[in-house]
């Protein structure tokens, strides 16, 4: 074959894909394919894949922002089990400040089988989570959907969301979107795009196609999106490790799902129920601590992770309290005086509370010869874990403090966990709420949100310790 023949065969080929005609072009050319060409006919066909996943996304998203309103059956499973983890009920509809408008009613199913019921609402301005066991409404004036995403993870109800639909830029990713087989969902024909989403990394480390670095490792969306109106079916939320092997997985299913009906505001305005506590919190005092961080003292250097504008401001003295230890004994902030405390409001029912501990384990040994106490609140709400039982069960050997849901109203605990570290001299230093991601990493997995955690209370720590 001629030099004009590859040409000729090379512009075929790309026209070919441009008007969809990939098989009529080969049957047009020779089966075998000159090898010094075979790169540039590889790269037209990457591109136009690449593309065309694209120009997919493209249409998903923009079906999503057309969403006013959506409703559907969550359906939440382990993908490496498939047990089933969370099942529930969830409305949603735009708010006219933005973002959206939330209610979710079901229930966790625990490895043991175990289930919990729950039922929680935000108007727009408030959350408020109903916990049955005890009789509490929990309430918490929020301003943005990440805040919302923190406060539904604390209350242990993340899975049945479908974040990346209800985000500001929906299914949003820096990685590569690539189209895979399709499929059929609750009877639908789907479509499956995978979302490359590096994990754990900062905006400036992430690779520029998500593909894992020798030292990372990354997550990935699979998003089945129904022929029908480009909405998400189900989506599959996947932990990978370096090597590409999955770690964790997570699969939600959007079941029965309703669109721009019309809702009211008493859908997602939770009412209080007769004889139950509110444990709640002030909007107007978390804009003041706000404008009180501005003139706060300077965050210790290679400290980012803000202290949360919801607890105890930084400089004021932390309180008192009583509690017991595992073996009855009386424990007092006093008995604490001349060391750095690094204090977790935790509750065995708590997921995210859970993904800390190791990191607190690992403060705790470092730290163990020093004037430094690594001390865990148990604030059990009336549930039935056993926080002795849970600790030694897991190898945790630093202090545990029980019964602390009362210190909790004290120490303005919104949701757990919630840390605190308090100086030598009683004054607080930094608190924080949830496991926050590092900067630049909104997507990070809860490992590297845990590794986070860790670097800064460390810093923390130095930043107060007697020299």
Same mark, same amino acid.
């Given at each position: 074959?001629?030099?004009? #023949?590859?040409?000729?065969?090379? #512009?075929?080929?790309?026209?070919?894909?441009?008007?969809? %005609?990939?098989?009529?072009?080969? &049957?047009?050319?020779?089966?075998?394919?000159?090898?010094?060409?075979?790169?540039?006919?590889?790269?037209?066909?990457?591109?136009?894949?690449?593309?065309?996943?694209?120009?997919?996304?493209?249409?998903?998203?923009?079906?999503?922002?057309?969403?006013?309103?959506?409703?559907?059956?969550?359906?939440?499973?382990?993908?490496?089990?498939?047990? /089933?983890?969370?099942?529930?009920?969830?409305?949603?509809?735009?708010?006219?400040? !933005?973002?959206?408008?939330? *209610?979710?009613? %079901?229930?966790?199913?625990?490895?043991?089988?175990?289930?919990?019921?729950?039922?929680? $609402?935000?108007? $727009?301005?408030?959350?408020?989570?109903?916990?049955?066991?005890?009789?509490?409404?929990?309430?918490?004036?929020?301003?943005?959907?990440?805040?919302?995403?923190?406060?539904?993870?604390?209350? #242990?109800?993340?899975?049945?969301?479908?974040?990346?639909?209800?985000?500001?830029?929906?299914?949003?990713?820096?990685?590569?979107?690539?189209?895979?087989?399709?499929?059929?969902?609750?009877?639908?024909?789907?479509?499956?795009?995978?979302?490359?989403?590096?994990?754990?990394?900062?905006?400036?480390?992430?690779?520029?196609?998500?593909?894992?670095?020798?030292?990372?490792?990354?997550?990935?969306?699979?998003?089945?999106?129904?022929?029908?109106?480009?909405?998400?079916?189900?989506?599959?939320?996947?932990?990978?490790?370096?090597?590409?092997?999955?770690?964790?997985?997570?699969?939600?299913?959007?079941?029965?799902?309703?669109?721009?009906?019309?809702?009211?505001?008493?859908?997602?305005?939770?009412?209080?129920?007769?004889?139950?506590?509110?444990?709640? $919190?002030?909007?107007?005092?978390?804009?003041?601590?706000?404008?009180?961080?501005?003139?706060?003292?300077?965050?210790?250097? !290679?400290?980012?992770?803000?202290?949360?504008?919801?607890?105890?401001?930084?400089?004021?003295?932390?309180?008192?309290? #009583?509690?017991?230890?595992?073996? !009855?004994?009386?424990?007092?902030?006093?008995?604490?005086?001349?060391?750095?405390?690094?204090?977790?409001?935790?509750?065995?029912?708590? +997921?995210?509370?859970?993904?800390?501990?190791?990191?607190?384990?690992?403060?705790?040994?470092?730290?163990?010869? &020093?004037?430094?106490?690594?001390? +865990?609140?148990?604030?059990? +709400?009336? +549930?039935?874990?056993?926080?002795?039982?849970?600790?030694?069960?897991?190898?945790?050997?630093?202090?545990?403090?029980?019964?602390?849901?009362?210190?909790?109203?004290? *120490?303005?605990?919104?949701?757990?966990?919630?840390?605190?570290?308090?100086?030598?001299?009683? &004054?607080? /230093?930094?608190?924080?709420?949830?496991?926050?991601?590092?900067?630049? =990493?909104?997507?990070? =997995?809860?490992?590297?949100?845990?590794?986070?955690?860790?670097?800064?209370?460390?810093?923390?720590?130095?930043?107060?310790?007697?020299?």
């Amino acid at each position: 074959m001629t030099l004009v #023949s590859h040409r000729v065969f090379v #512009s075929a080929f790309a026209l070919s894909l441009a008007t969809g %005609g990939l098989t009529a072009c080969a &049957q047009a050319q020779p089966a075998a394919k000159p090898a010094e060409f075979a790169p540039v006919v590889d790269a037209l066909a990457n591109d136009a894949a690449s593309l065309a996943a694209k120009e997919r996304l493209a249409k998903v998203r923009e079906a999503i922002k057309a969403v006013r309103s959506l409703s559907y059956t969550a359906h939440v499973e382990d993908l490496k089990t498939s047990s /089933v983890i969370a099942t529930g009920s969830i409305s949603a509809t735009r708010a006219d400040a !933005g973002g959206w408008k939330v *209610y979710v009613a %079901g229930e966790n199913t625990n490895t043991k089988g175990e289930k919990t019921s729950f039922t929680l $609402g935000y108007d $727009g301005l408030s959350a408020r989570a109903l916990r049955e066991r005890d009789k509490v409404v929990i309430e918490r004036s929020l301003e943005k959907m990440d805040e919302l995403q923190i406060f539904f993870t604390g209350q #242990s109800v993340r899975h049945p969301l479908a974040w990346e639909v209800l985000a500001d830029e929906p299914l949003a990713t820096t990685g590569a979107v690539t189209l895979e087989a399709a499929a059929n969902v609750q009877g639908k024909p789907c479509d499956v795009l995978r979302l490359a989403m590096p994990a754990g990394a900062s905006e400036d480390d992430k690779p520029a196609d998500g593909v894992a670095t020798a030292t990372g490792a990354t997550a990935a969306l699979r998003v089945f999106v129904s022929n029908d109106d480009n909405l998400p079916r189900r989506i599959e939320r996947i932990n990978l490790a370096a090597d590409g092997t999955m770690v964790a997985g997570r699969v939600l299913e959007l079941r029965d799902l309703a669109t721009n009906a019309n809702a009211t505001l008493q859908q997602f305005t939770l009412d209080v129920p007769d004889g139950w506590r509110v444990r709640a $919190g002030d909007r107007e005092a978390r804009r003041a601590a706000r404008e009180a961080e501005k003139t706060a003292a300077p965050m210790p250097e !290679g400290v980012t992770w803000r202290s949360d504008p919801s607890v105890l401001t930084p400089g004021t003295a932390a309180p008192d309290f #009583s509690l017991a230890t595992h073996d !009855g004994k009386k424990k007092t902030l006093a008995d604490y005086k001349g060391k750095v405390i690094v204090m977790d409001f935790w509750a065995t029912w708590c +997921g995210p509370c859970k993904t800390a501990m190791p990191a607190l384990q690992r403060l705790h040994e470092k730290y163990k010869d &020093q004037p430094v106490a690594i001390v +865990g609140m148990n604030a059990e +709400g009336g +549930g039935e874990g056993d926080p002795v039982a849970f600790k030694k069960e897991n190898g945790y050997t630093y202090e545990l403090l029980l019964e602390a849901d009362a210190v909790s109203e004290t *120490y303005k605990v919104r949701g757990l966990p919630t840390f605190y570290v308090v100086g030598p001299d009683g &004054q607080i /230093v930094w608190g924080g709420v949830g496991l926050s991601a590092p900067p630049g =990493s909104p997507r990070a =997995s809860n490992k590297a949100r845990a590794e986070y955690l860790e670097d800064q209370l460390d810093k923390l720590i130095q930043s107060v310790l007697p020299k």
